[in-house]
């Protein structure tokens, strides 16, 4: 679904132009070409896994076995683009608590599934996790624009909301 990509190849094609000085047209097509061959990213709901968050995860991990020798496997899971540890004891010390916000924010300013830096933007995620609107942290090139065409009214105003919510917000 090459279109997906359409928005961001827009921008590439006129940062490839400053950077060139090519015809717009012609960086335009360089880069929609390159975005067609991208792998389309597929987003999962609640899904931590990703390259970008799993060294954030390793970290967290080796700092919990200092603070908290013997301490039960976290449940790592994203939630609406944050990642969080799922069902995390509460009895735990501030100790815990501070490894576990640290890679929060770690995770809140990169991209989940690739190391680049990003930020909360709303994806839709893929139909084995019902298609819909969904918040992930993302860099530029695992973001996409999801197709107009596929989207029923109640899913675009629920897509409209949660940009505003999650992107357009401070
Ligand atoms: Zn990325």
Request: glycine share 8%; charged share 20%.
């Amino acid at each position: 679904m090459p279109k997906k990509n359409r928005a961001t190849a827009a921008q590439r094609a006129r940062q490839r132009q400053a950077a060139t000085g090519e015809k717009y047209t012609t960086a335009l097509r360089a880069e929609t070409r390159a975005a067609a061959q991208r792998p389309a990213v597929v987003h999962a709901m609640f899904s931590a896994e990703g390259a970008g968050w799993a060294p954030i995860i390793q970290r967290a991990e080796r700092a919990l076995d200092e603070v908290w020798p013997g301490h039960p496997a976290p449940h790592w899971e994203e939630k609406f683009g944050d990642l969080c540890w799922k069902g995390a004891p509460w009895s735990q010390g501030p100790e815990v608590w501070a490894v576990v916000n640290q890679a929060t924010r770690e995770a809140a300013s990169t991209c989940q599934t690739c190391p680049s830096p990003g930020r909360k933007r709303v994806v839709v995620v893929g139909l084995d996790w019902g298609g819909m609107p969904w918040v992930k942290t993302c860099c530029d090139a695992c973001y996409s624009v999801p197709p107009s065409h596929v989207w029923h009214p109640f899913l675009r105003k629920e897509y409209q909301q949660l940009v505003e919510w999650y992107e357009n917000r401070g």
